[in-house]
């Protein structure tokens, strides 16, 4: 017998909604899982690749007075992760060490003490698992960004996450180092604030911020992004969640006022800049010839190696901000622009490789270029390169020649 036809409509209805939230959660469930999933298989297997590079170098124990003892976890501890780890254990300014570690700020410690009851107490362990994790969940983030972008798709983000898994500096994905925490913050901040959850976005920022300074720079992008909604919008005034574009600014403020309580100087994080590593503000030219004059002066082919890879760096963040001036994506080009901007304008151009993993809008900006033939080429060209220069920074990493 026939259903009714008012009933038969609605059965269609439905099925029809449910194929939709089934595609939506493709979008937003599975998409990422699988990414995150596929990018921590491949951190373990840049981690094991490592080692195998180590072990067949004849790589000792680590020599250092924070070195944990494990021959393996400590191949992925060197160092910064050293000045994180000393915090994690024993706070800023311990007795004795008056500088430089007020130049790291606190979140990723904090971090790695609070959860190394997991790892029995080891530090060291704990921080790798937060970069393993981190990693994990900033890849799937960054699918997740792509997938929904007005230019992008699952096609164009699989494109990106790729490029993020054969970066050539991925192994600090897989060290004891804050650039996994970061680009996930700062992803999850980025998702938040596209989908309008304002309150959330700012949280998130401002844990971003307690990671790295960089985080000022995602503030200031998460502005231009406030801007370009509220104007979409049409709206006569902002509503009260512009507030939470302050929140940042708190995480920086706190840091700030501790170090002050501790050295008396409102600026201690800056004077540990330049006091550690005589790092200080320059014209982009005076910068420019200093990196210049650092590699024409390297003593052997690593250092001289890591010294072009910081200069092609750069240049490679100045060309994606051409790009993204060129998409008109005014927010990642604030983000972007600031952060090379930071480098160009220093006298210290170094681990800028490293710098460009939490470049997030070079790898949105790149996906989501028209697919044409010869994209498609020059595409597969440039994960050709970046995969050898991956296996390259991987072996001079697993020797111990060259870390940042």
Same mark, same amino acid.
């Given at each position: 017998m026939p259903l009714p036809q008012h009933r038969a409509h609605r059965i269609v209805l439905r099925r029809t909604v449910l194929q939709r939230v089934v595609i939506v959660r493709g979008v937003t469930v599975a998409g990422p899982?699988?990414?995150?999933?596929?990018?921590?298989?491949?951190?373990?297997?840049?981690g094991a690749t490592v080692l195998a590079m180590a072990?067949?170098?004849?790589?000792?124990?680590?020599?250092?007075?924070?070195?944990?003892?494990? #021959? #393996?976890?400590?191949?992925?501890?060197?160092?910064?992760?050293?000045?994180?780890?000393? $915090?994690? +254990?024993?706070g800023y300014l311990p007795p004795g060490l008056d500088c430089c570690d007020q130049a790291y700020f606190p979140g990723y410690p904090l971090l790695m003490a609070a959860l190394a009851p997991l790892t029995g107490g080891n530090v060291t362990a704990a921080g790798l698992l937060i970069s393993l994790v981190a990693g994990a969940a900033a890849a799937g983030l960054l699918w997740l960004l792509v997938a929904?972008?007005?230019r992008g798709g699952t096609a164009a983000a699989r494109r990106a996450v790729t490029l993020l898994a054969l970066a050539p500096s991925g192994f600090f994905f897989v060290a004891v180092y804050t650039e996994a925490l970061f680009l996930a913050l700062a992803l999850g901040a980025w998702v938040l604030a596209t989908r309008r959850h304002w309150w959330l976005a700012g949280l998130v920022a401002a844990l971003a911020t307690g990671v790295r300074v960089n985080g000022l720079f995602l503030a200031a992008a998460l502005v231009v992004l406030?801007?370009?909604? #509220?104007?979409?919008?049409?709206?006569?005034?902002?509503?009260p969640d512009v507030l939470a574009l302050?929140? !940042?600014?708190? =995480?920086?403020?706190?840091?700030? +006022?501790?170090?002050?309580?501790?050295?008396?100087?409102?600026?201690?994080?800056?004077?540990?800049?330049?006091?550690?590593?005589?790092?200080?503000?320059a014209w982009p030219w005076e910068g420019l010839a200093t990196a210049w004059r650092s590699l024409l002066d390297s003593p052997n082919v690593w250092l001289a190696a890591s010294r072009a890879a910081d200069i092609a760096a750069v240049l490679f963040g100045v060309a994606v901000c051409v790009l993204?001036?060129?998409?008109?994506?005014? !927010?990642?080009?604030?983000?972007?622009?600031?952060?090379?901007?930071?480098?160009?304008? =220093?006298?210290?151009?170094?681990? +800028? !490789?490293r710098y460009a993993l939490t470049w997030?809008?070079?790898?949105?900006? $790149?996906?989501?270029?028209?697919?044409?033939?010869?994209?498609?080429?020059?595409?597969?060209?440039?994960?050709?390169?970046?995969?050898?220069?991956?296996?390259?920074?991987?072996?001079? +990493?697993a020797t111990r020649h060259w870390l940042a």
């Open positions: 899982v699988r990414a995150a999933a596929a990018f921590l298989v491949s951190r373990v297997l840049l072990a067949f170098a004849g790589q000792g124990a680590v020599d250092h007075p924070w070195a944990t003892g494990s #021959w #393996w976890l400590d191949h992925f501890s060197a160092w910064d992760s050293y000045h994180y780890v000393r $915090i994690a +254990t024993l929904r972008d007005a406030y801007a370009v909604q #509220w104007h979409s919008d049409g709206r006569a005034r902002p509503r302050g929140l !940042p600014a708190v =995480s920086v403020a706190a840091f700030v +006022t501790y170090l002050h309580s501790r050295t008396g100087s409102w600026d201690a994080w800056r004077e540990a800049e330049h006091r550690g590593w005589d790092r200080a503000t993204l001036a060129r998409q008109r994506r005014w !927010p990642e080009l604030t983000y972007l622009g600031l952060t090379v901007g930071i480098v160009v304008c =220093s006298t210290l151009w170094v681990s +800028t !490789p997030f809008p070079a790898y949105l900006a $790149i996906a989501t270029l028209r697919d044409t033939p010869a994209y498609r080429r020059t595409y597969a060209v440039g994960l050709a390169l970046s995969a050898a220069l991956l296996l390259a920074a991987a072996w001079a +990493t």
